[in-house]
């Protein structure tokens, strides 16, 4: 079964640090999102993807953060200056949406640890 | 959107059905109802999606009454592993850039 992956499982960086999440998506789909989940907290939608633009963000996914396609399989997101709140798992999803409504696909996580 | 109400927490043993409800009022017409499980460290699982009536998939069963306001999880014969968080969550209708939006859903812990 096709399964969304993602790259590193754990990252640890220091405040103010640039970070790269990496996925990659299920290869037919087309809707791509990342979210986050604060330990012990709700999982939080933070951007959807769709044809090479942002098509909906959250009221977290402020100019720290940013999305790309760089190629025809990776969907990365971005953390510019990290803040020790940034600290949590972050998950890729993607979707294809011809088939149905609300069944998107996540990938394991990558947990990222702000010093 | 519309207001999702479940259990904060279940308990019940291996081997039982286990049956979690929620609920959704104000369910929009073109709505679907979808159930997500996540275990810790994991990202969630799509389980199971359902619009009316009754849905079955080789994981779960989806009862939703004809108004729509509600709907059933079952899990049949449930094992330690399933052990998790549930969600249920509402929408879809709005295209497919929506992001799903998460609430605490439902502890769900299976005893020996």
């Known amino acids: 079964e096709p399964e969304v992956t993602q790259t590193p499982s754990h990252q640890v960086t220091q405040m103010g640090q640039e970070v790269i999440l990496r996925c990659v998506p299920i290869?037919?789909?087309?809707?791509f999102y990342w979210y986050r989940q604060i330990l012990g907290q709700k999982v939080e939608f933070l951007v959807s993807f769709y044809n090479n633009e942002i098509s909906e963000k959250s009221e977290i996914f402020d100019d720290q953060f940013s999305v790309e396609r760089p190629d025809g399989s990776n969907f990365t997101l971005k953390i510019r200056s990290t803040k020790l709140e940034d600290s949590a798992m972050y998950f890729c999803?993607?979707?294809?949406?011809?088939?149905?409504?609300?069944?998107?696909?996540f990938g394991p996580g990558t947990r990222l640890t702000v010093l | 959107l519309a207001k999702i109400t479940q259990p904060i927490s279940m308990d019940s043993y291996e081997g039982q059905e286990v049956n979690i409800t929620c609920s959704h009022n104000?369910?929009?017409?073109?709505?679907?109802i979808t159930w997500y499980q996540q275990f810790p460290s994991q990202g969630p699982r799509f389980i199971i999606q359902?619009?009316?009536t009754k849905v079955t998939n080789e994981v779960a069963s989806l009862f939703i009454p004809a108004d729509r306001k509600s709907s059933t999880l079952s899990l049949p014969r449930v094992s330690l592993s399933d052990t998790a968080v549930y969600y249920c969550?509402?929408?879809?209708?709005?295209?497919?850039?929506?992001?799903?939006?998460f609430g605490k859903g439902t502890h769900l812990i299976i005893q020996p």
């Open positions: 359902g619009y009316k």
């Open positions: 290869s037919n789909h087309l809707y």
């Open positions: 999803a993607s979707s294809d949406k011809l088939v149905s409504t609300d069944t998107q696909y």
């Open positions: 969550l509402v929408g879809g209708s709005g295209g497919g850039a929506d992001g799903l939006t």
């Open positions: 104000n369910i929009a017409t073109n709505d679907y």
